[in-house]
């Protein structure tokens, strides 16, 4: 795509109604944690700014909220850009950000050996989890580099995966 994808996050910050901040918790500095919803504020200043726990949010204070406004909408400088840019009218995000998706879906369940291995053959984890599987106590920066270029070849800067996942 044209754009990257902290363009698209930042625009959909400077949109949205409602910014829930998750994981809040795991930020330990008071003072870092309002440095962060400052900076949210300063992005979208009308925007109500939820901060939560492992998604703990009132669904009354994210679902029918009366917030939205197209009046406001049409005005935002955003939504201005885009109607002068004719392409941006007609991408999509795959297009203008390059994301992309797939479904995958499959009647027999995965092998827990094999795909332990391939999920550690690519990814970064943790030294806690490498060592039950394996007994190593530490991967070297030679291997986490191999294997961030492996990922980044075959699916790109980021990739995120949610859903459930058979295993036999």
């Known amino acids: 795509g044209d754009k990257s994808i902290s363009q698209l996050l930042v625009e959909q910050v ?39 726990a492992f998604c703990k949010v009132d669904w009354r204070s994210i679902l029918n909220t009366q917030l939205f406004n197209m009046e406001e909408a049409e005005e935002s400088p955003g939504w201005l850009c885009s109607l002068k840019d004719e392409n941006t009218m007609t991408a999509s995000e795959a297009d203008e950000y390059g994301v992309q998706s797939f479904v995958y879906r499959a009647r027999k369940p995965f092998d827990p050996e094999r795909i332990a291995d391939w999920v550690q053959s690519i990814f970064i984890l943790s030294e806690e989890w490498n060592k039950k599987r394996h007994g190593i106590a530490k991967d070297t920066a030679e291997d986490n580099t191999k294997r961030l270029q492996t990922m980044h070849q075959n699916f790109g800067q980021i990739l995120r995966s949610k859903g459930f996942c058979w295993i036999a």
């Not at 994981?23 to 504020?41: M, N, Q, Y």
């Open 14 to 52: 400077e949109f949205a109604n409602v910014i829930i901040l998750n994981k809040i918790d795991l930020i330990p500095s008071s003072i870092v944690r309002e440095e962060v919803k400052a900076l949210i504020h300063r992005l979208n200043p009308k925007a109500k700014i939820i901060t939560s």
